[in-house]
Nanobody
Framework: EVQLVESGGGLVQPGTSLRLSCAYS????????MSWVRQAPGKGLEWVST????????YYSDSVKGRFTISRDNAKNTLYLQLNSLKTEDTAMYFC????????????RGQGTQVTVSS
């Protein structure tokens, strides 16, 4: 059974940073590209970033490019998202998923981690 556990969210001020983690189990993590998506209150899922299976290639939405960094540790079956220069519009529930940008068409399997950016 695939299990996804996101963590690392919190309430922070604009301009600060957070590091999100996503621990996987139940499948061969290193074989899949992985993505982060987010859902702001009252809105649909938004693709944030994707990393390929080896970590060599990364992709970002225009809204987070230059501020967020996706990475992975295949030895630890863990996916990360470093969030820098946070803005109020980054406030959302963040989810990790197997696959690329197409994951926004599916209901996330994890419980997500809440990021709230407020002064």
């Amino acid at each position: 059974e695939v299990q996804l556990v996101e963590s690392g969210g919190g309430l922070v001020q604009p301009g600060t940073s957070l590091r999100l983690s996503c621990a996987y189990s139940g499948f061969t993590f290193k074989a899949y590209k992985m993505s982060w998506v987010r859902q702001a209150p009252g809105k649909g899922l938004e693709w944030v970033s994707t990393i390929d299976s080896t970590g060599a290639r990364t992709y970002y939405s225009d809204s987070v490019k230059g501020r967020f960094t996706i990475s992975r540790d295949n030895a630890k079956n863990t996916l990360y998202l470093q969030l820098n220069s946070l803005k109020t519009e980054d406030t959302a529930m963040y989810f990790c998923e197997m696959g690329g940008a197409e994951v926004v068409t599916r209901t996330p399997r994890g419980q997500g981690t809440q990021v709230t950016v407020s002064s």
